[in-house]
């Protein structure tokens, strides 16, 4: 979680806000703000499933949206490039429930 929260700087995002669970196969959350959207990741170190949601509101208390599911491939590190890559695609997309890359 290190890594891809450090990594944040390249966005450049605002972490709000995170929390990690070494008892829950090191299941990890964060939420940051990005161009004024706040977009909260959760991921599950056990299953390898990341969930990605925007808040419907710009101040908290925060409310929040649908959840986007990503299945990670198992074969990478959990904090991984591939993953760092695919968190910033959601994070930096507009918060309309369409993912990254759709027209």
Not at 9 to 30: D, K, R, T, V
Not at 32 to 47: F, L, Q, T
Request: net charge negative.
């Amino acid at each position: 979680m290190s890594r891809i929260v450090g990594s944040l700087e390249a966005l450049p995002a605002q972490l709000l806000n995170h929390e990690y669970s070494a008892e829950h196969f090191g299941s990890w959350a964060f939420s940051v703000r990005y161009k004024g959207e706040v977009a909260s990741v959760s991921c599950d170190g056990r299953d390898f499933t990341l969930w990605i949601r925007y808040s419907t509101e710009r101040k908290a208390p925060y409310d929040y949206g649908p959840e986007v599911q990503i299945v990670l491939d198992e074969s990478d590190p959990i904090d991984s490039q591939a993953t760092v890559r695919r968190i910033f695609e959601y994070i930096k997309a507009p918060p309309t429930g369409r993912s990254p890359g759709a027209a």
